[in-house]
């Protein structure tokens, strides 16, 4: 009997201090916080102004008339890519080249007669006064001289007429795309309608108006200093790329706390079209080599920045921070941070400063940009 009980007391012993051990992994194994950490490390940081604009062509051109006439015939296809001259429309030219020929025949007949008053004033000088006044010689000259003014009169008739009948030839002023026919072969048009026959619509280069802040104004000028500055067009979500292009133009003027500024694109593939809203992205400057850490990392204090970081012992510690320029889900770090070490990108929320941490992320893989693991 007292064997039986020294067995049980035994067992009772040996459950009680597995108990104890399994209590203290336990406790362990809750002191350790999982966490998710990437790599500090140097690069250089574009420095991105987000906006919102639209596209508009380069230029547009609503074409008129500059006669009255009866379309004889339309040439162009609507949507068509034309080049600067060619054919568009064309204006029943017969009575312009009738006018023509009107002030050509003029012209001749006002010739004829200055001739012959040529003729006459010759004789009148080789007979001199003893068979005409002087008075007849001098009223001949002068009928000389108004006839040579006709003469110029009737030039300026005929190089009016011909421009006229240029008029009825209307040709592209410019290359770009048509948008809809806005008269058809037949109809009647006149100088003074306010509609025009077609618009036409340079879109390569295509133009994207935007805008910034006021207070981005001299950042914007100062980088315009190196050179032309990149924009970046995106879909209206800014998830898909358009095209890029350059900073064109910045306004002379500010406007209700912004400035307006306007960028070309070549616009090759033709994806940007006018009237369209897009997403810009204007890089006014680049950081060099520049330490910067996932912005998922940065974490708001009382009074300041900071973020967690891993130290050798895998224990999590507060680096207090200043940050500068934040773009591509990165954070560029002034002081606090040096290039390698291992912040915390989640996991904040059972973390005080010396607990010890799990990692549970690849930092290598995590790293911003593919940065290697220290």
């Known amino acids: 009997m007292i064997l039986v009980v020294a067995a049980l007391g035994a067992a ?35 420095v991105i102004l987000n906006g919102l604009g639209f596209v508009q062509g380069w230029n547009t051109v609503t074409i008129h008339t500059r006669v009255d006439g009866q379309i004889e015939k339309v040439v162009f296809e609507e949507s068509q890519i034309v080049k600067q001259g060619d054919l568009l429309l064309q204006i029943d030219p017969r009575p312009f080249r009738a006018a023509l020929d009107q ?45 040579e003014a006709q003469i110029k009169v009737d030039q300026g008739v005929i190089d009016n007429a011909q421009v006229q009948l240029g008029y009825t030839t209307i040709t592209a002023p410019m290359a770009g795309r048509m948008g809809f026919r806005l008269v058809d072969r037949g109809n009647i048009v006149h100088a003074s309608d306010q509609q025009g026959v077609a618009v036409i619509t340079q879109i390569q280069p295509i133009a994207v108006m935007f805008s910034a802040p006021e207070e981005e104004l001299p950042r914007i000028n100062s980088g315009l200093q190196s050179g032309p500055l990149p924009v970046t067009a995106l879909t209206s979500d800014g998830k898909t790329e358009l095209d890029k292009g350059t900073l064109e133009l910045v306004d002379n003027q500010v406007a209700t706390g912004t400035i307006r500024l306007k960028a070309k694109f070549d616009n090759v593939e033709a994806k940007l079209w006018p009237g369209l809203t897009v997403a810009t992205r ?21 009074s300041d920045l900071f973020a967690y970081v891993v130290d050798n012992e895998g ?30 990108t989640s996991g904040f929320y059972r973390l005080q400063p010396g607990a010890p941490v799990e990692i549970r992320n690849d930092a290598t893989r995590n790293a911003p940009n593919g940065a290697k693991k220290h």
Do not use: C
């Open 12 to 46: 009772a012993w040996y459950r009680h201090q597995g108990a104890v051990k399994d209590e203290g992994s336990a406790t362990n194994a809750q002191a350790r916080v999982t966490v998710d950490v990437a790599t500090a490390r140097r690069r250089d940081l574009p």
């Open 103 to 147: 002030a050509t025949a003029k012209k001749a007949f006002d010739e004829a007669q200055l001739e012959n008053s040529r003729r006459d004033l010759i004789r009148f000088k080789r007979v001199g006064t003893t068979a005409n006044t002087q008075q007849q010689i001098d009223t001949q000259e002068a009928l000389v001289a108004q006839q």
């Open 282 to 302: 204007l890089q006014i400057n680049t950081l060099k080599d520049v330490v910067v850490i996932p912005a998922a990392a940065v974490q708001r204090g009382p």
């Open 315 to 344: 224990k999590a510690q507060i680096a207090h921070l200043k940050t500068g320029e934040s773009e591509e889900g990165l954070v560029a770090i002034k002081q606090g941070i040096e290039a390698g070490a291992r912040v915390v």
